[in-house]
């Protein structure tokens, strides 16, 4: 009897039916084991993912006051201490551009701070048919005093950065529910009192509201005391008769399938997610997510119905075996026919690339036939010509951010100067009025007997206010001119002759403005006779990058520290230049990395990356010199600057 023997083309086909009836089952159990579960972990995660949006919402609700507040201490801290100018200026902040939310707000001094004779002496403001409505009562010197108040005492240790929010409470004139942001005011590090503004809840509950409804659920809330915030209203009424709020623990009372959940969120620490069997207002089971906001301790809880969680891990689970299987018979199909050929060619186009890989060359890849491995092979070459714009386009961008590094840097010393400008001019004027003064006086004098007395006072008033004058504009004349030069040199490529102290002597009027604003100082140990014939703009240029980098990195959240530039010459005709810091140091695995463009380890909090880049180039291009870092963690840094008194001619392209 004949043996049947099967062709390979019969055993490929054989065999791939069976891999395919085996692949099938073992999607099904994959799917049904293991798919759907993770697509329901999934929705769980996704579920907490929503909370964040929503704490991020509300966070953005609260920020809007807590920047209110924060321009009302920073105006009341700044403002001089004339009642005229407070209700003036306040209640139009207050408004806030008529917001509704907005309840109200005050500033309120410590006993004495506004003025030494005034023992009470605060501003409050409530909105009141739409407008800012200013109320005194606070200032009643028989009353217990609004700085005995908890939201007034909570002020004094706070953070100045951040509100203190006080629990919710029915606001007494209005009975709408509210909560207070209270701010702390400050004058040269001393507490003076606090920034409050009421603001209303009602935009609180929209938000949770709508975020709960477009999840096809709900979502409530509750303070840090346990007092409800929001809940669905057609459930439950949560203001009592008597102005309070209801808490957590009573209404869990009367909706018992809840209390568990409510009593969870009362004690919350972080953030949790609980399966509820049956929820009485979706009438099915759901998933509640807990979460604690953290700006305010609230407990925040979004429900969401089960179904609405499961019905996509079933959905999908269907497609993703119909999917897959399909595609494992459309795949297996094409992979018996074209294997051997496409395994071929693959190999083919895989050797070209290792060949343009190893050779390091920009020759693109022969496409040969315009089939799948062609098409494959001119994908890569258009690849690497994307590429190729791609890093022209960096670079490009690159020096257009190196040139808006230095306008920054020259507009920093703009606001500086103009700052400090302001107390030689203001002394200037203040003399030329006391003159003026003196003049009239001495005017209407004239029309009775004078006698020496009178005009040798007149003369000595005369002489010391004119000699005031002459001071502070001589000081303004000499930062004007600093700065004019610093300016220009910045500002022009232009080659010059200049001696290193004035340069130095340059940079460090134009930066004690700034320096002034923190607690670090700048110490200059520069010799005079240190002649350059080289780029001036370039070189200041070099040494505000380096302050401005000990400012930002070397004295982080210090409050002390200071800088010293020094300056010795060499006997080569060179110059030694170093700028020293006591801070932080920079440790040993990032100095290798610290003149690397757009490299910082301030990303997000203003640090571009291209400062110490930007000195770099500056030093070892147009000043022709090197630069050398030195740092030991925790006791300072050194930048050391050698440079050539003659600088290296610039060679101009064109």
């Known amino acids: 009897m004949a043996r049947t023997v099967l062709m390979i083309r019969q055993q490929i086909n054989l065999g791939f039916a ?78 806030n551009r008529g917001d509704s939310v907005i309840a109200g707000g005050g500033i309120w001094p410590e006993p004495g701070a506004f003025t030494e004779e005034a023992q009470r002496r605060s501003f409050f403001w409530a909105r009141s048919a739409g407008n800012m409505r200013y109320l005194d009562d606070y200032n009643d010197p028989d009353g217990v005093g609004y ?14 950065d951040r509100c203190s929010w006080s ?22 590090g001393r507490f003076t009192g606090v920034a409050t503004v009421d603001m209303r809840l009602d935009g609180i509950k929209e938000i949770l509201a709508r975020y709960g409804s477009e999840h096809g659920g709900y979502a409530f ?76 301790g609230w407990r925040i809880g979004l429900v969401v119905p089960q179904s609405r969680m499961t019905a996509s891990a079933k959905s999908m689970g269907l497609f993703l075996m119909l999917a897959i299987g399909a595609l494992l018979v459309i795949v297996g199909i094409v992979a018996a026919i074209i294997s051997r050929n496409l395994l ?23 496409t040969g036939a315009m089939n799948e491995i062609g098409e494959l092979r001119q994908a890569v070459n258009a690849y690497g010509d994307k590429l190729k714009s791609l890093l022209n386009h960096l670079e490009n961008v690159k020096d257009e951010l190196v040139q808006s590094e230095k306008l920054a840097s020259l507009g920093s010393l703009v606001s500086g100067i103009a700052h400090e400008l302001n107390t030689p001019i203001g002394n200037a004027m203040m003399s030329s009025t006391a003159i003026a003064d003196a003049k009239r006086h001495f005017s209407r004098q004239l029309s009775h007997q004078v006698t020496r007395n ?24 000499e930062l004007i001119g600093a700065f004019k030069q610093l300016a220009v040199d910045q500002e022009s490529a232009n080659r010059r002759e200049f001696d290193l102290y004035s340069l130095v002597k340059e940079v460090n009027l134009s930066m004690r403005p700034t320096l002034q604003r923190t607690p670090y100082r700048l110490d200059v140990d520069v010799p005079e006779g240190l002649h350059f014939d080289s780029y001036p703009g370039a070189l200041s240029q070099v040494l505000i990058n380096l ?27 060179w110059v030694s230049l170093s700028v020293n810091d006591d801070g932080c140091g920079i440790p040993l695995e990032l100095q290798k990395h610290i003149f690397d463009p757009f490299y910082t380890t301030k990303l997000g909090q203003g640090g571009s990356g291209l400062g110490l880049h930007i000195t770099f180039n500056l030093i070892t291009g147009v000043l022709g010199g090197r630069i050398d870092v030195d740092s030991v963690e925790g006791r300072g840094s050194r930048f050391t600057i050698t440079l050539p008194k003659c600088a290296p001619r610039i060679v101009e392209s064109g």
């Not at 159990?29 to 509300?58: E, F, G, H, T, Y």
């Not at 700085?147 to 100045?160: D, L």
């Open 147 to 160: 700085h005995t108040q908890q939201w007034y005492q909570v002020g004094r240790n706070a953070p100045i």
């Open 547 to 573: 302050i401005n980098n000990a400012v930002v990195h070397a004295f982080s959240e210090r409050s002390q520290g200071c800088i010293q530039i020094t300056a010795r010459a060499r006997p080569d005709d």
């Open 454 to 477: 009178d005009l040798n006072n007149f003369i000595e008033d005369v002489g010391e206010g004119a000699e005031i004058i002459e001071r502070n504009m001589a000081r303004a004349a």
């Open 221 to 296: 809330a509750l303070d840090s005391t346990g007092q409800m915030l929001s809940f669905p209203l057609s459930e439950a009424q949560l203001e009592h008769s008597a102005g309070s709020l209801m808490t957590a623990r009573e209404l869990g009372q009367q909706l018992p399938w809840l209390s568990e959940i409510l009593n969870r969120a009362a004690d919350l620490q972080s953030s949790t997610l609980i399966a509820l069997r049956d929820d009485g207002i979706l009438g099915e089971a759901a998933y509640v997510n807990l979460v604690k906001h953290p700006q305010t």
């Open 344 to 366: 071929g060619l693959i190999k083919q186009t895989t050797q070209q690339i290792r060949e343009l890989i190893h050779g390091e060359t920009a020759q693109a890849l022969d």
């Open 18 to 95: 069976l891999v395919l009836v085996m692949a099938l089952l073992i999607i099904f159990v994959v799917v049904d084991l293991r798919v759907k579960p993770d697509l329901i972990q999934q929705q769980q995660q996704q579920l907490a993912v929503n909370q964040d949006r929503l704490i991020s919402l509300i966070s953005a609700k609260l920020g809007q006051t807590e920047l209110l507040a924060s321009t009302m201490a920073l105006a009341a801290s700044q403002l001089p201490k004339d009642e005229a100018l407070f209700k003036a200026l306040f209640p139009p902040i207050i408004n």
């Open 167 to 188: 629990k919710a409470y029915t606001d007494p004139f209005t009975d709408i529910p509210m909560v207070t942001c209270t701010l702390p005011m400050q004058e040269n």
